[in-house]
């Protein structure tokens, strides 16, 4: 078992930054790649970012490229999401999670663990 805590969520103006958290307990965190989801009202659930076990391979979703940088720590067993020029559209919550695969976070349905959120708020 894994679990999940984010943190780092907050209110913040349109073209700030916020620099997200999740910290993992239980299972070796070294071994899963990790991502990080997020949902915004009324919409589905969908993948911004993803980093390999090792933080050799990273994947970002179009909408954040260049401005949001996905990185880890296996020895604090932390992964993080750093995001810059933020706009309202990224408001959302925000999701941790773990995956045995990096290519499982392209479907959220093969997620093997997650977070239980943290909530992001851009205003213009």
């Known amino acids: 078992q894994v679990q999940l805590v984010e943190s780092g969520g907050g209110l913040v103006q349109a073209g700030a930054s916020l620099r997200l958290s999740c910290v993992t307990s239980?299972?070796?965190?070294?071994?899963?790649?990790m991502g990080w989801f997020r949902q915004a009202t009324g919409k589905e659930r969908e993948v911004v970012a993803a980093?390999?076990?090792?933080?050799?391979?990273?994947y970002y979703a179009d909408s954040v490229k260049g401005r949001f940088t996905i990185s880890r720590d296996n020895a604090k067993m932390t992964v993080y999401l750093q995001m810059n020029s933020l706009k309202p559209e990224d408001t959302a919550v925000y999701y941790c999670?773990?995956?045995?695969?990096?290519?499982?976070?392209?479907?959220?349905?093969?997620?093997?663990?997650w977070g239980k959120g943290t909530l992001v708020t851009v205003s213009s």
């Open positions: 980093i390999s076990w090792n933080g050799g391979s990273t």
């Open positions: 239980g299972r070796a965190f070294g071994g899963y790649a």
């Open positions: 999670a773990a995956v045995r695969q990096i290519i499982q976070v392209m479907d959220v349905t093969s997620v093997d663990y």
